[in-house]
């Protein structure tokens, strides 16, 4: 049974910054893409980033690029957010998902989701 827990969520001011961190376990993630989404409240859930099973293709919203970097450890069965020069408007929860097909982490069709870590940054 595919298990997916976030980590690293916190509050931070303004232009800071956090990493977070997806432990995955119960899969054969060496094969899987992941990517993360996020929500914040009264909004939908939103694509933010996504690596590919290889860790060769890499993908983000227009709204985090060049703040933000993907990135995986395959010993480890983790996947990291690093997320830099926050803004107000970052705040949200933020989940984990993987999947062996990318596309369907893309299109938030996958069925294995983490439980979200909660972002918060004041201004």
């Known amino acids: 049974q595919v298990q997916l827990v976030e980590s690293g969520g916190g509050v931070v001011q303004a232009g800071g910054s956090l990493r977070l961190s997806c432990a995955a376990s119960?899969?054969?993630?060496?094969?899987?893409?992941m990517g993360w989404f996020r929500q914040a409240p009264g909004k939908e859930r939103e694509f933010v980033a996504a690596?590919?099973?290889?860790?060769?293709?890499?993908d983000y919203a227009d709204f985090v690029k060049g703040r933000f970097t993907i990135s995986r450890d395959y010993a480890k069965n983790t996947m990291s957010l690093q997320m830099n020069s926050l803004k107000p408007e970052d705040t949200a929860v933020y989940y984990c998902?993987?999947?062996?097909?990318?596309?369907?982490?893309?299109?938030?069709?996958?069925?294995?989701w983490g439980q979200g870590t909660q972002v918060t940054v004041s201004s």
């Open positions: 998902v993987v999947d062996p097909d990318y596309y369907r982490i893309r299109r938030s069709e996958s069925e294995y």
């Open positions: 119960g899969g054969r993630f060496r094969s899987y893409a």
């Open positions: 690596i590919n099973w290889s860790g060769s293709f890499t």
